[in-house]
């Protein structure tokens, strides 16, 4: 059992865990000490000279990232020779530090804003020019460099060399002329790359997606994770709708990684910061029938025609022969549903939900994994891999061709995208064909229904990680039209059937 090392902190007890550092112990607690260069997964450089405590009995200042305390110390991080020690350090990194706040896309989350108000507030003793460096330097598809802000706490050089592993960063120079820059002939371009800007304390790493699109304090937060694989990621949507005309109109302004240790811990890869910048893109809002009497129709009335269309064709056709295409990016509730009307109800036995090419990606040992759809996994536990085998692409149309299949319904799933030219002549053959999506795609163009269907940011749900472990998020953004969950579509057929009496 790890020992407990119990000391006093600005005159409360904390207690330490064996092999922790004052700051450490301090972060756990709730308090509050300055510091730039410390950081949960990079280590304790002690370099920023920022976190400065008073120790009873020590007769210098004490870093207290590199602290460890003994059963019984005193530690004061407030102490008016502490918060002198704190002032000098913040000055001293000040020094050369322009004044862009106002312009600076890191305004409004930026340490050294906090750190001068809090602590700071002190006349300027510089008399001469400030240090000039490079500005507004583009190192890589996702990152600016601005050099002149930079205070060397070394967050960026310590995360490309220990948790990306790709070294694309370095500090040249010596004294007061070192400055970071990427090495030669070199970019900034590994699958991580957007936590540069997360860890940056000040505005000299900046994420270029997000640069100048909205201020901070206009965002709304909420919990959620990213489906861009079946890593499932914590992460925090920050949303933009209290000033509509920022953001370029998008209500989704940016992915932030969640701290979680057991998942993700602070990291996010780009494929799922950035692989939903056009969420607002191609989105349906609308439930509509289409064809010759093209109209757009109430769910009710939408879901009744469903029904009806399908016990024209059951006349004289075989039910069996509607297939369906279901998504991994279904949540489990979206699964229970699904499975309630297709398997137990309309008793269907054609079934494709396999990943199409574009869903199986690169995979490494840190975050990123092969499957890049969110659940999967949750399908299964329905049943959908095990007792329910899927189809592939090249199966579903040849049954197509050969007239077994008679109608399809597709659900965030976009065939045309996977059968190319040939396949808007398989789609033309069918008797019925429904779409139901948060997205038009290729095919809600040729359908007779297409059934506008939340995004996951647009619904409470759970996912189910590869580990097995159930992973819920929660709404962000209000519906756009008439958009439903999945299993809210699901369930409102499924009555349609049996007050047409098909169940």
Not at 284 to 299: M, Q
């Amino acid at each position: 059992m790890a020992k407990t090392i119990r000391f006093t902190l600005d005159g409360r007890t904390v207690e330490a865990r064996e092999g922790e550092t004052v700051l450490e112990a301090a972060q756990r607690c709730g308090l509050r000490i300055p510091h730039y260069c410390w950081h949960q997964a990079l280590g304790n450089p002690g370099n920023c000279r920022m976190c400065n405590v008073e120790v009873e009995g020590a007769a210098k200042p004490m870093v207290s990232c590199r602290l460890q305390p003994k059963e019984g110390m005193v530690v004061r991080s407030a102490a008016p020779a502490a918060r002198r020690w704190q002032r000098a350090a913040l000055e001293f990194h000040l020094v050369d530090h322009p004044l862009d706040c106002p312009v600076c896309d890191q305004s409004g989350e930026c340490g050294l804003q906090d750190y001068y108000m809090d602590i700071g507030r002190y006349p300027s003793s510089l008399r001469d020019d400030k240090w000039h460096m490079g500005k507004r330097m583009p190192i890589g598809p996702h990152i600016m460099l601005d050099q002149e802000r930079c205070i060397m706490c070394t967050r960026c050089t310590r995360f490309v060399s220990t948790v990306s592993q790709s070294h694309e960063l370095g500090i040249f120079g010596r004294g007061h002329s070192q400055v970071v820059d990427v090495v030669p002939g070199r970019s900034l371009d590994n699958p991580y790359s957007g936590c540069l800007a997360d860890i940056c304390p000040v505005g000299a790493l900046t994420d270029r997606d997000f640069r100048f699109q909205v201020r901070v304090w206009y965002l709304d937060e909420a919990e959620s994770v990213c489906p861009g694989c079946s890593r499932l990621c914590s992460i925090w949507a920050h949303t933009s709708t209290r000033r509509p005309w920022h953001n370029q109109g998008r209500r989704l302004a940016r992915l932030k990684p969640r701290l979680d240790p057991e998942v993700n811990g602070p990291w996010i890869c780009d494929e799922g910061r950035y692989g939903f910048a056009g969420f607002d893109s191609d989105r349906l809002g609308r439930v509509l029938r289409l064809g010759r009497d093209a109209a757009e129709l109430p769910w009710d009335a939408a879901c009744d025609e469903i029904a009806v269309a399908w016990h024209r064709v059951v006349r004289h056709k075989k039910p069996e022969g509607l297939a369906v295409v279901a998504s991994g990016a279904l949540s489990n509730q979206d699964w229970a549903g699904f499975r309630s009307l297709f398997v137990d109800g309309l008793r269907l036995s054609r079934f494709l939900f396999a990943p199409e090419p574009d869903q199986v990606g690169a995979e490494d040992g840190l975050l990123r994994r092969r499957d890049k759809v969110p659940n999967l996994a949750g399908g299964r536990a329905f049943g959908f891999g095990a007792e329910i085998q899927s189809l592939t692409w090249q199966t579903l149309a040849e049954q197509i061709e050969q007239g077994e299949v008679w109608g399809l319904y597709v659900v965030d799933r976009d065939p045309l995208k996977v059968w190319g030219e040939k396949g808007r002549a398989l789609l033309e053959r069918l008797d019925l064909l429904v779409y139901q999506g948060p997205r038009k795609g290729l095919t809600g163009e040729l359908a007779r229904f297409r059934l506008p269907a939340t995004a996951w940011l647009e619904e409470d749900g759970e996912f189910t990680d590869f580990q097995g472990r159930v992973r819920g998020y929660r709404r962000a953004l209000e519906p756009l039209g008439q958009a439903r969950p999945d299993w809210e579509i699901f369930a409102a057929i499924e009555a349609a059937f049996h007050g047409g009496g098909g169940l």
